[in-house]
Nanobody, 122 residues
Framework: QVQLVESGGGLVQAGGSLRLSCAAS????????MGWYRQAPGKQRELVAA???????NYADSVKGRFTISRDNAKNTVYLQMNSLKPEDTAVYYC????????????????WGKGTLVTVSS
């Protein structure tokens, strides 16, 4: 199994910044795509940003130019730098990873963290 543990959430004023981290651990053979999703109260979970193992990135239109996703493959960690935060960014942010295990290197599976709350006050 793979465990994903997020950190870095909290309360920040509009215009401020936060940096989220997500560390993966377990019997990992390889991690392919990693990403951040968020879910605001009463809304569906949505993709915020994703990054491939090679470093290609993809962002939701709502965060382009404000958020930056990055990863450290040696540490099995993905980051989300969030700048110019807005109240509408308030949500629980979830880390996601597609990974294969040492026990079965041919199969990628989808793993999720438990989430970290980001609250942006106006």
């Amino acid at each position: 199994q793979v465990q994903l543990v997020e950190s870095g959430g909290g309360l920040v004023q509009a215009g401020g910044s936060l940096r989220l981290s997500c560390a993966a651990s377990g019997s990992i053979f390889s991690i392919n795509d990693m990403g951040w999703y968020r879910q605001a109260p009463g809304k569906q979970r949505e993709l915020v940003a994703a990054i491939t193992s090679g470093g290609s990135t993809n962002y939701a239109d709502s965060v382009k130019g404000r958020f930056t996703i990055s990863r450290d493959n040696a540490k099995n960690t993905v980051y989300l730098q969030m700048n110019s935060l807005k109240p509408e960014d308030t949500a629980v942010y979830y880390c996601n990873a597609w990974a294969s295990l040492v026990e079965d290197i041919t199969t990628d599976m989808d793993y999720w963290g438990k989430g970290t709350l980001v609250t942006v006050s106006s």
